[in-house]
Nanobody
Framework: QVQLVESGGGLVQAGGSLRLSCAAS????????MGWFRQAPGKEREFVAV????????VVADSVKGRFTISRDNAKNTVYLSLNSLKAEDTAVYHC????????????????WGQGTWVNVSS
């Protein structure tokens, strides 16, 4: 099993920045990818970004490309999401995800989920 704990969310003004962290524990050596989804009130979960754990290659959603960056620190078993030039439409709960076998843009493609951290962007 793998446990994921997010941190770093909060209230920020439009145009501002935040950095989210996700610390993984448990059987982390078996992980293939870690990443982020988000869910705004009344909307479906949306793919944000994912990073391959060993080779560090990334996939980022077009809706946030150029503003959000995903990175990881293997020594700390932590993945980060840097959010820049935030907009009101970025307001959502951001969930960390992980999987041992595949990279997917679908939410059902991930075995492990964190509880989420709120990002609230005021306009």
């Amino acid at each position: 099993q793998v446990q994921l704990v997010e941190s770093g969310g909060g209230l920020v003004q439009a145009g501002g920045s935040l950095r989210l962290s996700c610390a993984a524990s448990g059987r982390t050596r078996s992980l293939y990818v870690m990443g982020w989804f988000r869910q705004a009130p009344g909307k479906e979960r949306e793919f944000v970004a994912v990073i391959r754990w060993k080779e560090s290659s990334t996939v980022v959603a077009d809706s946030v490309k150029g503003r959000f960056t995903i990175s990881r620190d293997n020594a700390k078993n932590t993945v980060y999401l840097s959010l820049n030039s935030l907009k009101a439409e970025d307001t959502a709960v951001y969930h960390c995800v992980a999987d041992r076998e595949r990279l997917s843009r679908r939410s059902d493609g991930y075995d492990y989920w964190g509880q989420g951290t709120w990002v609230n962007v005021s306009s």
